[in-house]
DNA sequence: CTTGAGCTTCCAGCAACTGGAAGCCCTATA
DNA sequence: TATAGGGCTTCCAGTTGCTGGAAGCTCAAG
């Protein structure tokens, strides 16, 4: 199956499917005619990437999935183990963002926004600390 | 006032003021050994640059913040534009996280974490849609 | 036989730095 | 005075995960 078939079927772009395959992810098989041949098999790895790559892992993690998806004498643990240390980044970076959102709300809520030039969000952008 | 002095007084590693300098956001002036040197103003303007990076703010809105914040004429709504927008920004990604944290919490709830090589993230991440 | 879509490669660029190499400059001490 | 060190300079490359574009080959339809 050509790239731009498998685009569609595995919700990526084709731009990124050949990047994938640069840095290792997918190895499709060639034509003669020097066209990327995708098997079922990468289709599904694939996909899988695109999933997981919704979810917020980084490449390598899912690098790391794929190969404990194909890894018939993996342990769930290992699954789990990547899966938590990403949740944990992710609740941090909640909480950072969170943290700033209300931070930023308050300076917002505080601005006037009026033609005239006092603004307590430049004040305490300005402000010592 | 040279660049390792300034990096501590305003909290910016000295490669970062250099790289604020190359595009364009201080233009410290230049003493004849060719070193940077930096007035008060400038100090200030890194600490600007500094907090709002902290908020989140790109550099191109710190970049329209800090002319607003040099500009006498503004007005205040044009400070709280850039602001809502940002904050806009931030919420939404903060749904975006929670909901991806949420169904990755659940995933890795129900993973065993054992030996055994059945694992319901990895079944997640390989199902079709 | 030509047209157009689809495929190929390679190079550049995005954001916002960060690391490192090679080489001045300045001060202090032996 | 020589030298050792630390700080400063520039420039180039790398980070993450793609994305856009140019130049050129291939293929199917008309």
Redesign the interface.
Known sequence: MNIGEVSERAGLPAKTIRYYEDIGLVRPLRSDNGYRAFRDSDI?KL??LG??R???FSIEDCRT?LD??E???????Q???V??E??AA??E??AQ??S??E???H??DA?????????P??K?????P
């Open positions: 599904h996909a899988f999933r997981a919704t979810f917020g999935l404990l998806y890894d018939e004498t993996r342990e769930s643990a699954v789990k183990a899966a938590q990403h949740l992710v609740d970076k909640i963002l969170k700033m959102r931070t930023l709300a300076l917002v601005c006037q926004g009026d033609h005239r030039p006092d603004c969000i430049l305490d952008l300005a402000k010592d």
